[in-house]
């Protein structure tokens, strides 16, 4: 199975095997000891010709006609497979060169401890030299023991079919602390009007849609078993209120608001709607939680009811918080400990916002926790979303990515006001003596640590800059006087949370390609198209062009920089997660004649030839010849697994293309010419319009022309990348993000909606964080285009809570709340 590379392995009947334990130390050998092989990776080294060997060698399959169960009659060295049951290959060469196709669970290798002197006899077609005689030949190998610890080296686990020793009686539940009071599960079903009721005692008497299994789930029943899970010493999350709120939210949106717990459209069933495949493992995962309760073995036998009850329902949600969602790519952590939207993409395998049911359930645990009555929330629109299934990991799913990138930023406009030197210093004053630390952190997908490319100390240097110099007529307000400095330290609070959200989680400099199955869906073109260096989302960066009056100012040059399809260059920063794109790079079809594709899910990437990986800086031409041949596993120091295609995706014939962009006059893109205007910095300046305003204002263009100039030496023009590249002041990513906050943000005004007017009037009320409308309306405007998503027609507001909660945080760091 492993050498073939096979899913997995079907046993037709449990009871073919030794299901007591009767005839050896365990339950179930057989399947544990298949289950065992397929996790460790072994595979059978064969020959099926003598072009699988050396020059000096020949392929040679032994004489076993002798032995039991051989059809003399099949051609030799035709098959892998000469014989049926006879002893064939164990090939216990070492488990990490070995592996061809990675069977792994837990990211962890199982040690086997072996004889190193133990060798087999097999019936496979092996190489010998030339001068050997094949008659004469028996094969042998050696078992040798393989390693421990090392990184999972597959995205996606094994499917195949696994099995623990059956139950024993299950013990009666334990009394549970209230963590959760059955008022709050009726009341989250409530709120919406779509959705049958959850419990007898509800008067709603809608029967929703077709095909769904409803039932009352949230009675007492499944709030007592919801209360023995979250207070069970292997969770421990009762008295933890942001948990428990995320985690309802998430439960929420999947049942549609504790209504329904399984769905036609690919079988998924219990509280996350996983779909059948991922039963048996999520089961397996539960025993390994909650020991000695044999759930894998009840999972097997009663299917989806297992995930329809209360005793297992809500064991089921945190067997997958802690362990199954590992097969999504990317995934793998502990999501009781993660935000809400790595929850959503740790589920569901991409992202969508899922803030009404945050705000339903948040709104129903405050009214549980009020000591007076409480009625239920008012309803919310219907219908609700339609629960979504958990993908299966043969489906190619997604990780969360920036969102993208805002649209061309408007012409720049004076700020509103500017601010004077003493207020400046008072705000420089005040973020110097900021709690900063652990502020800007990025999730490693094995938990969060300080960004190594945003530091606190460069965002200061950098609200000086654009405080002092600032972009032209444009500067960063930092308030009217040093006795409301406070409004100027909120602006840039404001600014903070985006960013926290838009890179620095990643801690991204450069846009990364996140041009997934679900955006291909939605946009076409190839899955993770190199061509995402051009635009991605049907967006085309070389086409972001300024508008008549910026390039009348700019001259006879114009504003935006001029395409150079001879420009070559890649990206300093990728992401991180398993199995992660390469950096965006851009070519002349002279070197790079047609677009490839990643493939996340190629080559597993052997650790111990980290040292054959290429070095940021390697010569462009040697990457080119690379990237051309397909290859795999050197694009970056840390890569675990993935490579270069040109196959498969959406692929057509030798290439993979990217997205048209219809509103730009592109037809989806198969090269990577004059593809350089990625996004860049900690808001991501994208296109040729805003790096010639760079250019213009703070470049060398602005020197050229003896203006003031921040970065007199950097042409933003004939280097884009400058921006993340090492060696370039570390404020310069920061001004770049502040460039686009005095053209976009602070400057806007829609309506009766102005932004710096909601800024002083959410300072004025107190800055109760309680009151979310200035914040959300600054995030809509960076997002979404504007304040008030959305109405716009660009789509609802993205991570709005996540936002939100960065706002507070900064705010907590600057010491205003």
């Known amino acids: 199975v492993n050498t073939k590379g096979l899913g997995g392995v079907m046993f037709w009947a449990l009871d073919l095997d030794d299901f007591t334990g009767s005839y050896s130390d365990q339950r179930f050998p057989l399947i544990q000891t298949a289950n065992e092989l397929m996790e460790s990776g072994e595979t059978l080294t064969y020959c099926m010709g003598d072009s699988d060997c050396d020059d000096d060698e020949t392929c040679c399959c032994p004489d076993l006609d002798g032995m039991a169960g051989i059809n003399p009659a099949w051609p030799r060295c035709q098959t892998p497979f000469a014989a049926v049951g006879a002893a064939v290959s164990m090939a216990w060469s070492s488990f990490w060169a070995a592996m061809t196709t990675p069977q792994r669970v837990n990211g962890q290798a199982v040690e086997r401890i072996l004889d190193d002197d133990t060798t087999y006899t097999y019936g496979l077609c092996g190489c010998i030299p030339k001068d050997e005689s094949c008659s004469s030949t028996t094969f042998t190998t050696t078992k040798t023991t393989t390693t421990t610890g090392s990184p999972s080296p597959s995205p996606s686990p094994s499917p195949a079919t696994t099995t623990t020793a059956a139950p024993s009686p299950s013990p009666s539940p334990s009394p549970s602390s209230t963590c959760i009071d059955h008022s709050v599960l009726v009341c989250i079903n409530d709120a919406s009007s779509y959705w049958p009721k959850c419990d007898p005692s509800q008067s709603k008497t809608n029967s929703g849609p077709a095909g769904y299994e409803f039932g009352y789930y949230c ?93 297992y329902g809500w064991r089921s949600v945190a067997a997958w918080f802690k362990k199954t969602n590992q097969v999504i790519p990317g995934c793998g952590i502990d999501l009781f400990e993660a935000s809400f939207d790595t929850m959503t993409r740790c589920i569901l395998s991409f992202v969508v916002s899922r803030q009404e049911a945050y705000d339903i ?66 705000a420089i004053s005040k973020l110097e003596a900021s709690n900063s630390a652990g502020v800007f952190q990025y999730d490693t997908g094995n ?77 076409g073109g190839s899955t993770y198209s190199s061509t995402s260096a051009c635009g991605q989302l049907g967006q085309s960066y070389q086409d972001y062009t300024c508008s008549a009056e910026e390039e009348q100012l700019g001259g006879d040059d114009g504003m935006a920089c001029k395409v150079n399809t001879n420009m070559e260059m890649r990206a300093s920063t990728q992401a991180m997660w398993y199995g992660a794109p390469a950096k965006l790079f851009c070519a002349p079809k002279s070197k790079v004649p047609h677009a490839p594709r990643w493939d996340y899910s190629g080559p597993w990437c052997d650790p111990n030839l980290a040292g054959d ?20 596993c050197k694009d970056y120091p840390t890569i675990k697994a993935g490579g270069w295609t040109y196959s498969g995706g959406g692929c057509t014939g030798t290439t993979c293309p990217g997205a048209a962009a219809p509103a730009f006059g592109r037809d989806a893109r198969t090269d990577l010419e004059g ?43 004939e280097n884009p990348g400058a921006i993340c590249e090492d060696g370039q002041p570390g404020s310069l990513k920061w001004v770049a993000g502040f460039f686009y906050w005095l053209n976009a943000v602070q400057s806007y005004e829609s309506g009766a909606w102005n932004y710096i007017d909601e800024l002083k009037a959410w300072v004025d009320a107190g800055m109760k964080t309680s009151d979310t409308s200035f914040i959300n309306g600054a995030s809509g405007i960076v997002n979404r285009g504007c304040h008030n998503p959305p109405a716009c027609g660009t789509g609802s507001l993205h991570a709005g809570s996540a936002r939100a909660a960065n706002f507070v945080t900064v705010l907590t760091a600057m010491k205003l709340i």
């Open 219 to 311: 009675t007492e029943e499944w709030a007592e078993a919801l209360n023995q899970m979250l207070s069970h010493e292997a969770i421990g999350y009762c008295d933890d209120e942001e948990v428990k709120l995320k985690m309802l939210a998430q439960v929420a949106y999947e049942t549609a608001y504790f209504s329904t717990v399984y769905q036609p459209a690919d079988g998924g069933a219990g509280l996350i709607h996983m779909i059948p495949g991922n039963w048996v493992r999520n089961a397996v995962d539960m025993d390994s939680i909650f020991t000695g309760q044999g759930y894998a073995a009840l999972a097997a036998v009663m299917g989806e009811k297992f995930f329809q009850t209360p005793e």
């Open 675 to 717: 593809c350089c205007w990625w996004g860049r910095g900690v808001i991501q300046t994208t296109g040729v319009c805003n790096y010639g305003k760079l250019n213009y204002y703070i470049g060398k263009r602005a020197a050229d022309r003896g203006a003031s100039a921040m970065f007199p030496t950097i042409d933003f023009c």
């Open 361 to 426: 359930v948040e709104s129903c645990m405050l009214s549980a926790a009020t000591p007076s009555p409480s009625p239920s929330p008012s309803p919310s629109p219907s219908p609700s979303p339609s629960p979504s299934p958990s993908p299966s990991p043969s489906v190619t799913t997604t990780t969360v990515a920036p969102s993208p990138s805002p649209s061309p930023s408007p012409s720049p406009s004076p700020t509103p006001t500017s601010s004077t030197s003493a207020v400046i210093a008072e």
């Open 613 to 632: 990986r290429f070095a940021d800086d390697v010569a462009l031409d040697t990457y080119w010849d690379y990237v051309n041949d397909g290859g795999s």
């Open 447 to 523: 938990g969060w640590e300080d960004s190594t490319v945003y530091t606190w100390a460069d965002m200061i240097e950098a609200v000086q800059l654009m405080a002092e110099t600032g972009v032209g007529s444009a500067k960063l307000w930092l308030g009217d006087s040093v006795a409301n400095v406070n409004y100027g330290l909120v602006n840039v609070a404001a600014f903070l949370a985006q960013c926290m959200q838009e890179t620095i989680q990643y801690n991204a400099c450069d846009e990364n390609n996140w041009s997934d199955a679900a955006v291909v869906q939605e946009a």
